[in-house]
T-cell receptor, first 114, second 116 residues
Framework: NAGVTQTPKFRILKIGQSMTLQCTQD?????MYWYRQDPGMGLKLIYY???????DKGEVPNGYNVSRSTTEDFPLRLELAAPSQTSVYFC?????????????FGSGTRLTVV | EDKVVQSPLSLVVHEGDTVTLNCSYE??????LLWYKQEKKAPTFLFML????IEKKSGRLSSILDKKELFSILNITATQTGDSAIYLC????????????????FGKGTKLSVIP
């Protein structure tokens, strides 16, 4: 009963490097989300997807890209890492957009850009 | 733009105390309000509230929503050290102009510390 799995758990990047944060869920949820959480702040939505092949921008999409080729996977891509992208990233999923049972969150990826 | 404001931002209590955490919101097309508990890692779901005046209860935790005054409270009675966490309030609505579907807007959280 894995739920939402994120990898890696920690990563240090140099400015200008690129990387992909992986997220996979095994609950057959159609909605998936990427959030970032900065210290002392709430979670802010980066991108979301309502189903395979469909993605849309959230509140803070600049500097990120996503794809959703399957129901299970929703990777987040950073093309040119910047110090402002130092944050903790959470992937989440839900069955439907109305969060009737809450969102299920992954355990997070702590990213530091130096 | 949707806003969720939680208070206090941090709180230190002794074991056995009762605490009340507050969440006020301004949301376009409100659908529901959710409470999460965040310890060291991912937020975990506590409650979802959609109707005013109906208390949701789980053990020592309870929550209620007032849709007229646009706020919710989370009560924790007989606090224990294991209740130490950040409590996040989130509201499901059309979070910002151009949003294609309902989204959760999170408050900054209340950091609760329970000392023995």
């Amino acid at each position: 009963n894995a739920g939402v799995t994120q990898t890696p758990k920690f990563r240090i990047l140099k400015i200008g490097q690129s990387m992909t944060l992986q997220c996979t869920q095994d609950m057959n949820h159609n909605y998936m989300y990427w959030y970032r959480q900065d210290p002392g702040m709430g979670l802010k939505l980066i991108y979301y997807s309502v189903g395979a092949g469909i993605t849309d921008k959230g509140e803070v999409p600049n500097g990120y890209n996503v794809s959703r080729s399957t129901t299970e996977d929703f990777p987040l891509r950073l093309e040119l890492a910047a110090p402002s992208q130092t944050s903790v990233y959470f992937c989440a999923s839900s069955y439907g957009g109305r969060a009737n049972y809450g969102y299920t969150f992954g355990s997070g990826t702590r990213l530091t850009v130096v | 733009e949707d806003k969720v404001v939680q208070s206090p931002l941090s709180l230190v209590v002794h074991e056995g105390d009762t605490v009340t955490l507050n969440c006020s919101y301004e949301v376009t097309n409100f659908r529901s309000l959710l409470w999460y508990k965040q310890e060291k890692k991912a937020p975990t779901f506590l409650f979802m509230l959609t109707s005013s005046g109906i208390e949701k209860k789980s053990g020592r935790l309870s929550s209620i929503l007032d849709k007229k005054e646009l706020f919710s409270i989370l009560n924790i009675t007989a606090t224990q050290t294991g209740d130490s966490a950040i409590y996040l309030c989130a509201v499901l609505g059309l979070a910002y102009s151009g949003a294609g579907s309902y989204q959760l807007t999170f408050g900054k959280g209340t950091k609760l510390s329970v000392i023995p």
